[in-house]
């Protein structure tokens, strides 16, 4: 047996398979996904499971591909590559990328050239082989919070499955909880590389009145 | 000596480890033994890393490759960089520092880069990267039902477009979202199904390409434009489109645009910049006008507002928008008078005399009680019958004889003009002016369009010295012409002249003071200074242009008053002098095997080339929304030849006499055409004359809302046409797209509608059956198409990029391979082609097409139509006679099936009728020998035995290997050929690297510096910068127009009509008067302004406005720069929310308010994609739109004209301009809380 192959299958390796483009294969087989969701242990999970489970059941495949589409693949804000968050468009993501790569090596784990190796199924689906996967979630506990608020703002069935997989994981700490909180409301942090001030500090904006780009277009 | 008496106790003693790590590591660490295990031979030790982690974060500038790449972003500066990989993933990006040197006594190019490049990386991993293929869900949905119905594809699409419910189902949800993923083969099979399809019904010319500046990536380009020239689809020129072509360019040089590069400011040593912001637009290359200062140069800038570049300068006149002309014709007229009149300059004097058209004889026509200008005298004129007379154009030598001198275009395509096609005057001494061997003077009536009731404007009375021919006709030099037009005064010359400088008449200093309000000193000055400096210093007196100065209605007179500055001082054609016009990364330097590739003129010829603003202004329906005609801006001394004509009426009858292409073509199926002469038992050139003059066939432009006639499959890639490009947005949007629009322009009323073209009620909405969009953004142009395909970035595929800047060529290199489903748009083209040849075996086999072509410029084609005359077989005037009086009529043979095979195989026509570029030809057979070798040979199918081209970098290889500029073989061939023409010494310009191939491998090297070629008109060899025309003036190599010397006068009929012979001032359109006043709410403050749309500091051209970094240096999202007295106005403050509106559409936006602007005259930086902070509309209800929202192309027929000379069409040589600054919009404040759902 490949030790990738399990014999039980757990929730993050659901979320895994869930938070992925929604194929055929997924919209047909709600009911096996239910089995499975049912054998979760952790209430919170398991409702977020079912809660998903049961949207996608009554919607039509074509509009769930749509939604998924308008959710994950075009926003900034909704985005499913975990070092977005902190990291933003600057120069220090792709480091951050390839952390990820490395952490995954490290367990054991070749990562798959197809994906970016910080999306989220993928990190989910580590989660699920390998403890190493737990720690990398629980240190992505902010990004996590933060794409829970998004989802939830345009109310989305994707929120319970953002719930869920919280629900596998501690509680944001004050520290975690305030970090969201800044980044949230000034967006991921802008390239400052190259942009030192050029004029005596009098003639600059402090930072707090320089105008922002909200996440997205929209404010 | 101060001591801390806590410290100094334990001094003495050194710490106990650095940073006083406690006693506790000291207990639990070896502190003499280090671990590990060595091998039996102690010469290695083994350790177990405990610290691998560490050692990642140290090796983090370690990389595992540094790839070199570009940008291909329509941006000139072209810049090599670097792309840093580690583990698989792109970390970085910096300059490439490698260029070759440009010498010891000049700068070098480097460092190359800027701001823009550096962020580029960023959209390779960017969350809103277009990942995946996408297909809009209510047309999935349809396709997937309809091809579970169908088992054939084609017949499933059938079923969709031709039931109306069903195409309206996705057509209407156009630009709403609704996006699904769907995969590769399912997608291009949908795709695939619409062409065919498309082709068998409507014929192959109603499938439609749009991809501009192949420069900036010639095989990406290529890969698009060779499918559908294979298939025989339409494909749309941009550089006019754009209004980037500078018209006055091939009026007056017969050349598209050749520029120097920048390293050849330096050898300037007076430069006016005027319109074109070179730090801003040119930031690699501004360091070479910077440097120069230092060398003594002087800078003066002509911009209306205070830019970037104003600050460099050591003169600033502020013109104001769209008086350029008047500034240079009173320049124009200082030079006349001090450096032609009152002295001679002898450099100038000879200049003139061999290289310009000043020498020249012009027919005088009788108008009223004077005359007026008419025709070059001709060889034929003056009883000449031989071959080629009546294209051979006459001067006076100082004797007063009449000369036919070599050069002209009827030594260039004869027998017997073989080696007579050059400059070479002997002993023929010109006469520059008539006064002197004059039988007497006579009025003449020049008109003039700063007053006048039309924007025909009015007459001015000069007069000018003749001679009288044999026959009584008079005669006079262009020369003498011009002193005329620009009202120099001489003695003895009847009619009005101005006094002085200060007499307010034209062309005078002071006259041109009222119109741009630049001190006449200031014109002066510069004027004198300009030329002053041309005579000292041989020529090197240069203009740097660009749009500010070429986006106007009439840019082709703005330019051609510029370059009458340029060719009075003898400035063209020398290093450091010159016009220097910069817009997009035009220059394609490998020309001949890109042309040959791009255009599949390997396989069949001639290809389906579109003029884009035709096309766009047809199709979109721009046409219906017309206030005046063409006729409204025909001078008063015409012969009214457009009266009662629209604009679109020109547009058919330029389109029916073969002047300008025309694709569509006809309101039948083109690949019917050839059957239905055989039925018939023509040929079919004769066959379609005879339908055409019978009226059973019909161009498809005289009814272009017959759906019949509607383009019905657009593809677009590597553009942004409706977020950037598509001049009239909402036009766009309810005509082509069938979606919501903001437009509420009136359709034209009855009594200006056209005649020759039908009208029809009401007009259609949503032409297009399929628009696909390729790229990596989601774009406008994406978010409005029904189809999305994932394009590789710049650091995924393999490619060539070049420009006019510089003489470089650069690879673009795969840093990693097109992540996610991702494909280049060489593969995605190539996998098309496959599913097209699929399911055209069945539907299409082996047709003959019957394509259309116009009289082409650079051909015997120029010699359809002597004297510039105008004849309509319509009229019945004579008969329409193919490649004569009407298109070319050419039947090519399509084996659709072999679409992909093709594709993928050099053909067999480079070796038959060989590759060429500019009127030469010749058969490259060491490119092809070496092809074969260096790509390998196909095996089997339609490309059997010929050189492959099945990958990217096959088709790479193959265009450096077929251009001059990139073989010495082949430039030699080329230059051997023209000297066979021109009879003098040419070969000799790329001799020095005539064994000199540069390779593919070569490029990715290093930049290369291309080789002298034929293919351009200027000179690299010995390492000298390239200027362009320097092989015309050093080697007496003619121009490719009428007289083969730079022209000041045109005389094509159309030309005359618009009183536009001479260079002349006319002003932008009056849009107040011909659409009435604007604002919704005059009481409640609405001001009416000058709306431009410059280019962007923090973009160039239609990339990179989505780029956060580049959007996060200003304010992210749109903005309308205006002045603080336009602002206080309507009561708004800098950042404040506005609306700028006019009949066209509407822009949300925030307001700039800066002393910068001028008053009455706003700017929005183009162009911001409408996705980017683009609130609801307070007026439209609607969201706002891009800067092209506000506007409405309207074409000019004079760039319509064909057949003649210079003036006859090549893509993107000549066509009508995408113009649109003549715009006026109205501006007021909004609520200041926005929404964006």
Redesign the interface.
Known sequence: MDSTERRTIGPFKLLSLLLTYPTQEICRSVDRFRELAHAVDRRRTREGLLTFLQWLDVTPPNDVGQHYVHVFDLERRRTLYLTYYRYGDTRKRGMAIITFKETYRRAGFIPREEELPDYLPMVLEFADLSPKGVSLLKAHRVELELLHDSLRAIDTPYAALLDATCGLLPELSRPERLQARRLRDAGPPIEEVGLEPFAPPEYLVSPSDAPRIPLGSKP | MATDPQGSRHDLLAPLLPHGEPIEKLLRSAQFLLPGTPTPDYRELHRRDTR??ER?YRD?WHHDKVVRSTHGVNCTGSCSWKVYV???????ETQQTDYPSTGPDLPDYEPRGC?RG??F??YT????RV??P?VR?PL??LWRSARAEHADPVAAWQSIVEDEEKSARYKKVRGR?????APWDEVLELVAAAHVYTAKKYGPDRIVGFSPIPAMSQVSYAAGTRFLSLIGGTILSFYDWYADMPIASPQVFGDQTDVPESGDWWNASYLVIWGTNLPITRTPDAHFMTEARYRGQKVVVVSPDYSDHTKFADDWLPAAPGTDGALAMAMGHVILTEFYRDRTVPYFDSYVKTYTDLPFLVTLRQHGDAYVPDKFLTAADIGDESEGSRHKTVLLTRDGALHVPNGSLGFRFSESGKGRWNLELGDVEPALTVLGLHDRAVALDLPRFDVGPSEGGSVIRRGVPVRELADGRLVTTVFDLVMAQYGVRREGLPGEWPDDFDDPSPYTPAWQEAITGVPAAAAIRVAREFARNAELSRGRSMICMGAGTNHWYHSDQIYRTFLSLIMLCGCQGVNGGGWAHYVGQEKVRPLTGWSTIAFALDWNRPPRQMAGTSFFYLNTDQWRYERFRADELASPLGNGLHRGKAFVDCLAQAARLGWTPSFPTFDRNSLELADAADAAGMSVPEYVARELREGRLHFACEDPDDPRNFPRVLTVWRANLLGSSGKGMEYFMRHLLGVEDAARAEETPAELRPSDVRWRDPAPRGKLDLLTAIDFR?TSTCTYADVVLPAATWYEKHDISTTDMHPFVHSFNPAI?P??ETKTDFEIFQRLADAFSRLAREHLGVRRDVVAAPLAHDTPDELACPNGRQTDWRSGEHEPIPGITMPKIMVVERDYAATSEKMRALGPLVESLGTGAKGISWIPRQAIDYLGRANGLVRGGAGEGRPSLARDVHVAEAILALSGTTNGHVAVQGWEKLEERTGVRLRDLAAERAEEQISFADIQVQPRAVITSPEWSGAETGGRRYSPFVVNVERKKPWHTLTGRMQFFLDHDWIHEYGESLPTFRPPLDYPRHFGDQRLAPDQGEITVRYLTPHSKWSIHSEYQDN??M??LF??GPVIWMSPADAARIGVSDNDWIEAHNRNGVVVCRAVVTHRMPEGTVFMYHAKDR????PRSEISGWHGGSDNSLTRIIIKPTHLIGGYAQLSYAFNYYGPTGNQRDEIVVLRRRSQEVV??
């Open positions: 691998a982690a990642f983090r580690k583990d698989g993933i792109i970390t970085w701001p550096a962020s990386s960023w991993y960017s969350p809103s990942r995946y996408y869900g999935l949905e979202g609704g996006f699904v993923r989601m391979p992540p996610w956060l970094h959007l996060r304010r992210g996705h980017l902070m683009t964006y759902r």
